[in-house]
């Protein structure tokens, strides 16, 4: 599938991973729909780069259905979805102030993995009724999971959790969804400079960067969007978890 050729909707598409996958989507020719719960910076942000908006919690079903269902009305069509929301929370099982929050936990497979799944499930439905490309394809899902789902590390169970969970769908998700010619793969990301690093102090960014094995940086958003880019054009990638961390193996 031709990037020129695809309508897509990225969620958290108002900052970080995902606002550089709808920009680089846009500089090359696809239609963009951004659904973020920010409503002023992803408007903004659509604005800017010719993209359609709607303000959408991942987790709602009816706030998903409406979503889609404007993007697909700006669009015309729906070939693409890429799933960027998410949070972070660093709770350790057992810390000095007690253990695990529950209500943190909850919260973070609720957005990260069950928010994901809600997307992808209503936005296949959409991309389903598309007219049949070469090889019967459809359009194709991209779920953003992270090297904590193989590597956490401290303070990282709900997250690393939320995220094993992305890895783990990606394969059953694909079969499920061959036969509607839909593709299914996911991202990983390393150490990425969004916006909760990029506010992290220089030492601290530079011991991060230091651990990679190489290249011994951060990574960039756009190397995410290229990625993302890519997965769209090549037919042939399909259930999948995809690796963007310069070797990093967190420890």
Not at 155 to 175: D, E, N, W
Request: glycine share 10%.
């Amino acid at each position: 599938m031709r990037i020129e050729d695809t309508a897509a909707i990225v969620t958290g598409g108002a900052s970080g991973l995902g606002e550089a996958t709808a920009r680089h989507f846009r500089a090359r020719g696809a239609q963009v729909t951004i659904l973020d719960r920010d409503a002023a910076r992803g408007a903004a942000v659509a604005d800017e780069i010719g993209a359609a908006f709607a303000e959408t919690d991942v987790t709602d079903e009816a706030s998903v259905s409406a979503a889609i269902a404007r993007a697909t009305q700006a669009m015309g069509r729906l070939t693409c979805a890429v799933n960027c929301a998410g949070i972070v929370i660093a709770e350790r099982t057992l810390g000095r102030n007690g253990t695990h929050r529950m209500e943190s936990f909850r919260q973070t497979l609720d957005i990260n993995l069950a928010g994901s799944f809600n997307v992808a499930r209503l936005a296949a439905a959409e991309i389903a009724r598309a007219a049949p490309g070469p090889d019967g394809l459809r359009g194709v899902i991209v779920n953003t999971a992270s090297i904590a789902a193989f590597d956490g590390q401290k303070g990282q169970a709900a997250y690393a959790a939320s995220k094993g969970g992305i890895a783990a769908l990606t394969l059953p998700m694909a079969r499920d969804l061959a036969r509607d010619g839909i593709r299914v793969m996911a991202i990983a990301p390393g150490t990425m400079r969004t916006p909760m690093l990029a506010g992290l102090p220089e030492e601290v960014q530079a011991g991060l960067a230091a651990d990679v094995t190489c290249p011994a940086r951060l990574g960039e958003p756009d190397e995410f969007a290229a990625l993302a880019r890519f997965i769209v054009e090549c037919d042939y990638l399909n259930g999948e978890v995809i690796r963007l961390d310069g070797a990093l193996r967190m420890r």
